[in-house]
Every structure is written in C-alpha cells, then in structure tokens.
C-alpha cells in the first residue's frame, strides 16, 4: 500500500465474459453493470466487444473488462479466440426460454481447454421481471449449479442493475480468493499443516539444484 492507508492502488486489468444464447441479454447486463441505459431493443451481437469498469475491493482498484459475445451458433468458433485469458466466465440464460437453459451445457463445454485454472464460471439467469413466464424453475437453477460447484444468480438487467452489479464484485472476490489459493501449496507433515507459497518452493528447489553434485 501506499502512505495513505486509506489511499487506492490500481492493479491488474480482470476480463469478465459472457456467453450463451442469443437473446439471453447478455448486452443489456454489460451495459446496466457499467451504467448504461438498459434498451428494450437490442441488436444481436455478431462480434465480440467490451465495457471497462472500475471497481474497488478492500481499498484496491480493480479493472474489469466485461466481454460481450455472440450468441447465435455461426459465431461459436469465433468466441473461443475471445474467451481466451478471461478469469471469469459467466453463462447467462433467459428464464423464460426453456432452450437457452438447456444450451448451458454446451456453452460450458466450450470453455474446455481454454479457460484457466483458477477462472471462476457462474451462472445468471436474467430476465427475472418476466417471472410469471418462466420455464425454467429457481430450483433447477440451483440444482445445475451445485451439481457444478459453480455461484449462480437469478437477475433483471432491465429492473436489478445493483443487484447484478453486486454479484459481479462477488466473482471477482471469489476470483482473487481462488487465485491467491492457487498461490500457495498445503503441507500435511506430523499431523500439521504447513502453507508454503509455490514461489518459495520454487526457490527452495532452485538452491537444491545449484547446491547438487
């Protein structure tokens, strides 16, 4: 930190994306996060493009890139060269269409092999305004989502700005979380857990070499 306690750091840039369906919403949510107006008429997206937003998390700044794909199946190859190097992954679904929720697993699939290790994947079901239309249940939602061990949120971009907004800043916790963890190794030794940052091992394992023969 710096002098001032109180003081802010810029650090790394995070890229947020997010996919599925064309339909979902996915550019409203990207524009409501970011303080956009929500539009009622939205052209599909048929390329890929981002919104920079700034967010503070215990008194750093973080810049988060929120990515916005296409959805309709001539684009899917296209997305993969965009999905590359995003720590968050976000599938969005529309709770009044059945088959944008279905498509899920295949949206997830796309990501294999391309996504790191320590990226978190979330789903959001948006369009909740429209919840006496809904064909798909909060309680199949949540099922899906603990059977992948993955966070999920049911949001409106037209009514829940803040509330899609705050579930954003949790990923990006959860994101920072996952990578410090990613960070360190666990040491069980004599009943005893040791925490040993990888660098360190790293080095430890460097002094060793150097020292043999």
Known sequence: MSQNEN??????????ILIGNAGTGKTNLINVCCDL????????????????KIIEINNVKYSIKLWDTA????????????????????????IT???????????????????EKEAVLAIVGNKNDL???????EN?????????????????????KVGFQKFIKKLVEEYLYQKKMNEWVFIEKDNEIFNLSKEI????ENIKKKNCC
């Open 97 to 115: 269409s059945r088959e944008s929720f279905e498509a899920l697993s295949m949206w997830e699939e796309s990501l294999v092999g391309i996504i």
């Open 37 to 52: 107006k929500f539009s009622e008429k939205m052209e599909s997206t048929i390329t890929a493009s981002y919104l920079e």
């Open 201 to 204: 091992l790293q080095q430890h």
């Open 131 to 137: 919840y006496l239309k809904e064909n798909v249940s």
């Open 7 to 16: 003081s802010t750091e810029k650090e790394e840039s995070i890229k947020i």
């Open 140 to 160: 199949e939602e949540e099922e899906y989502a603990k059977e992948k061990g993955i966070l999920h949120c049911r949001t409106s971009a037209k009514k829940d």
């Open 71 to 94: 959805g309709q199946e001539a684009y899917h190859s296209l997305n993969k060269l965009f999905i590359k190097g995003s720590k968050i992954c976000i599938l969005v679904y529309d």
